[in-house]
Structure formats: C-alpha cells, structure tokens
C-alpha cells in the first residue's frame, strides 16, 4: 500500500521527532518499519543495555513468532507486547518486553507504520511485590538465601513458588530434560530436602519461608528453553 504525500511527510516528522527523543535517552530501543516490515528508523546502540537489549532481540529475527505478532498489532490495529527470553553466552539469561504500537497519522487517520519498543524486563513477580507492600509497606525484597541448593532444588522451588503441585512440577521438569522425573520423586525431595534445608515441616510453612526468604525472585536458568516468545498483551486487567 502506497503512503499519501500527507503521509509521507508526517511518518518523516514522526521519524524524526522520535530520533531527537532517543538521541536523548540512553536506554531507548525501538524501530519503526513500514507496512511491509522494511525498517525505515532505529534507535542508535549509544549504552550496553541498548547493545545488549539489541543483540538478544537479534537472536529473535528469524522466528516466524515475531512475524505473526508484527501481522497482528497491523491488522488488529492496536498495541501487542510480548516477552521474549534468551540466553546469551556472555551476559546470561535475558528477558526482554517487545511492544507493537501502530503509528497513525492524526490528520488522515490512516496507519503509516510500525512502532517497536523494546526493554530489558525488570520486574518478573509484580504480584509478590504488590503483597510484599501491603503486608509490610516495604517495596524491598530480600536476595534468596544460600542454602547452596542443588540445580533440581531450585527448579523445584522455582516452579512451587509458582504454585504447582508435585505432579505438574514432575511433567514440567519431564518435558524440559527430556526423561521422566516421577510424582513421587518431588515428594521425596519436598520431605526428604526441602523440608530439612528451611526447617520446615509442611508445603504451606514451606512457601511461606520461601516468600520471606526472596525466593520468589529465583529463577534458575534451567528452567528455560533456549528461546520463549509468548504474547502477554492482555495479561494484567485492571477493573
């Protein structure tokens, strides 16, 4: 689809404008394309969390995912966010927020182009933050204590923060190392490890000490697959 002349010159505007913002903010990464997916701006790589935000998104090029969430946001006509999440072998795991917002022309009202931000995620459990605050109008959360867990323990405690039960704890863990991990041995490994290592004699004072302790901030990198990409567009409401 061909771009007015009114069209032109306000997406060159808007391209523009935008630089001048960016060229501002160390920490702003986006790119606009037009309708077609060609790029036709970006903002310069002028930190390392810029680069860094750049080169996991890098990794993403190819996914026919991103392609479907960029075809979505154009023609739903409206904002689409994902998250993103890699491993990079220098800097770890990364978790990145991707935001779709169409650019529309005020005057013509027609879509001129696709605007993508991009940010490092910095907040993962806004849920226990929002407990943490109104049970002790304390927005701090401690570090996890080091109890020098084994890799299956955090996994274990990672995915039981998240309330699961031993039986989706074991298909989850099934299904990441590919080989059955049994009901029976995450419950032997709640009474027999768990349990123990928090001095705890039950689930329930079990999460609670895990709360407390900051565990809700743990996430063990092998919980991951090499890349997720999944839309969470619509996944805090407010009513």
């Not at 863990?173 to 009901?183: G, R």
């Not at 919980?223 to 407010?238: G, M, N, W």
Request: glycine fraction near 2%; charged fraction near 25%; hydrophobic fraction near 40%.
């Amino acid at each position: 689809m061909e771009l007015s002349n009114a069209d032109k010159c306000f997406l060159e505007l808007y391209l523009a404008s935008l630089q001048v913002v960016s060229d501002s903010s160390l920490e702003m990464n986006y790119d606009v394309t037009d309708l077609r997916f060609n790029l036709i701006g970006q903002s310069k790589l002028n930190s390392y969390g810029n680069r860094v935000t750049r080169d996991v998104l890098a990794t993403f090029r190819q996914e026919a995912k991103l392609d479907f969430y960029r075809k979505k946001a154009i023609e739903q006509q409206r904002v689409i966010k994902i998250l993103a999440v890699n491993r990079l072998p220098d800097v770890g795991t990364m978790m990145i927020a991707i935001n779709w917002r169409p650019i529309y022309n005020p005057q013509t009202r027609n879509m001129v182009a696709l605007l993508c931000f991009s940010h490092n995620l910095e907040v993962f459990n806004i849920v226990d933050i929002l407990r943490r605050f109104y049970q002790t109008d304390n927005f701090v959360s401690p570090r996890p204590i080091d109890l020098s867990l084994t890799e299956r323990e955090k996994q274990v405690v990672f995915f039981f923060v998240l309330n699961l039960d031993s039986q989706e704890i074991a298909a989850i863990l099934t299904k990441i190392e590919n080989k059955t991990i049994s009901k029976n041995s995450i419950n032997h490994m709640f009474s027999q490890q768990l349990f123990p290592k928090f001095g705890v004699f039950n689930r329930k004072s079990l999460y609670n000490k895990l709360i407390h302790c900051g565990y809700s901030r743990l996430m063990p990198i092998n919980v991951l697959d090499e890349k997720i990409v999944f839309e969470i567009t619509d996944y805090i409401e407010f009513d």
